[in-house]
């Protein structure tokens, strides 16, 4: 077959800060899933496009022709009289401690919406929500699409891995981009994030678009950049879809790492667990009724266990046991208060870091984790601690991590003189939405 462009060229156009005709776009992304365009050429225009940006047209076109690179779901055999509402879903961008999928999926069915989440494993730093749930003795990830329109129309809520049919090219490109530093781009995240949304086919989405140093977008400015852009591609798309700007310089909730994020998922669908999970669940559960046309106050169904009713049924339709033990850590090692004084910062970036070497994340895409390792948190910015009381409580099968989670800690919290620290934490910083 005669290629219609040259690769070389597009990546020289982008080098040199120039704008990529469409046709080079659709191109270059069909070529790329086709093998035909080379691992080091794509990457020297992931390079290109980080340092040089794309425009909105572009990052519209590249959106498109990912998802042109592989099938769009069609969840409409559950939708309409005697079925589900609407569809609504919701993603993170990425963040340490982001358990929210598990309470949020299944509270939000309770009002009749399905919500399709596809989800992905973790990389780095930040964890993820398939991992978490595999602690689940028996829980299996992988789905048939008869399977998923099945919990939807009947559950009401699945949470699975997306199928390799869904933007195949985003699924080389973000793998791609994960080993040469090009992760961190407004463009790149949009369209990986968008064109797997868009292809899924939900009738709403609502993006939790992450700020700080546990996020990809440490300042608040890049964030809101990102929403706007990703707020746009989804409207263009006829998806409604809306952004809050969320909060990650500190970890979510009290536990990182897998069987400890479910536990505590666990608490929070029974009414109780963390502050800041159960806030974050409540207005994401909120935003996406409201785009299916629903009022209701979800914090009522965490309170009143229809949440947990919903979340024990979704976890067994996929084989899981939402009543087994979780797996738990063979040793742990206690990160202790230096002085007496407030805890008045602790590092989403450290803490996630520290996971992750303890084995509740992974190196390379086929490494597998550990169902028990992780970081519990005892204290949170704002709390009196007592010297020698314990901080946290670092947890792993495999001892020989403890030092290197402990040096990822070392910079990682302050603990300050005084009754009192100025640590007020403003979760939600704001909403961002085409209207
Ligand atoms: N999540 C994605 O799916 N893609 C990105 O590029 C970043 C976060």
């Given at each position: 077959m005669t290629e219609a462009f040259d690769a070389v060229e597009v990546i020289r156009r982008k080098r040199d800060g120039e704008r990529l005709a469409p046709e080079q776009i659709d191109w270059v992304i069909d070529a790329y899933t086709r093998g035909v365009v080379a691992e080091e050429q794509m990457s020297a225009l992931a390079m290109a496009v980080f340092l040089n940006g794309m425009e909105r047209g572009e990052i519209a076109r590249w959106t498109r022709a990912m998802i042109a690179s592989g099938e769009r779901l069609d969840f409409s055999p559950i939708l309409g009289p005697g079925g589900k509402v609407a569809t609504a879903d919701k993603h993170s961008t990425g963040g340490v401690g982001d358990k929210i999928t598990l309470p949020l999926a299944p509270l939000v069915a309770v009002y009749g919406v399905a919500v399709p989440q596809l989800s992905g494993r973790g990389l780095g730093h930040t964890g993820g929500t398939l991992d978490k749930l595999e602690s689940i003795p028996g829980w299996r990830a992988e789905l048939s699409h008869a399977e998923v329109l099945e919990m939807l129309g009947g559950i009401g809520a699945v949470i699975c891995a997306a199928g390799a049919g869904l933007a195949p090219a985003d699924k080389k490109l973000y793998a791609l981009r994960d080993v040469t530093a090009t992760v961190e781009s407004i463009p790149l995240i949009a369209s990986s994030i968008m064109s797997k949304k868009i292809a899924e086919g939900t009738d709403s989405l609502v993006l939790d678009v992450k700020v700080g140093s546990g996020a990809f977008m440490k300042d608040e400015e890049r964030a809101r950049e990102l929403a706007r852009v990703m707020v746009e591609l989804g409207e263009e798309a006829g998806v409604r879809t809306s952004a809050l700007l969320t909060e990650m310089s500190v970890p979510l909730g009290a536990s990182v790492g897998n069987a400890i994020e479910v536990e505590e998922s666990v608490e929070v669908l029974a009414g109780g667990g963390p502050g800041d999970v159960v806030e974050l669940t409540v207005a994401l559960a909120r935003e996406m009724l409201a785009a299916s046309g629903i009022g209701e106050d979800p914090a009522e169904a965490l309170a009143d266990g229809r949440a947990m009713d919903v979340y024990r049924r979704m976890i067994r339709a996929q084989g899981g046991n939402p009543d087994a033990a979780l797996p738990t850590a063979r040793e742990s090692h206690q990160v202790l208060a230096p002085s007496d004084g407030v805890l008045s910062r602790l590092d989403a970036l450290a803490v996630g870091t520290a996971s992750w070497r303890l084995g509740a994340g992974r190196a390379r895409k086929e490494d597998a984790v550990q169902a028990g390792a992780g970081v519990r948190l005892h204290a949170k910015p704002g709390d009196r601690v007592a010297r020698g009381q314990p901080l946290m409580t670092l947890l792993t099968?495999?001892?020989?991590r403890f030092p290197r989670a402990v040096e990822a800690l070392e910079e990682g919290f302050t603990v300050t003189e005084g009754d009192s620290a100025d640590v007020e934490r403003r979760l939600i910083l704001d909403r961002l939405s085409a209207e």
């Open positions: 099968d495999t001892p020989e």
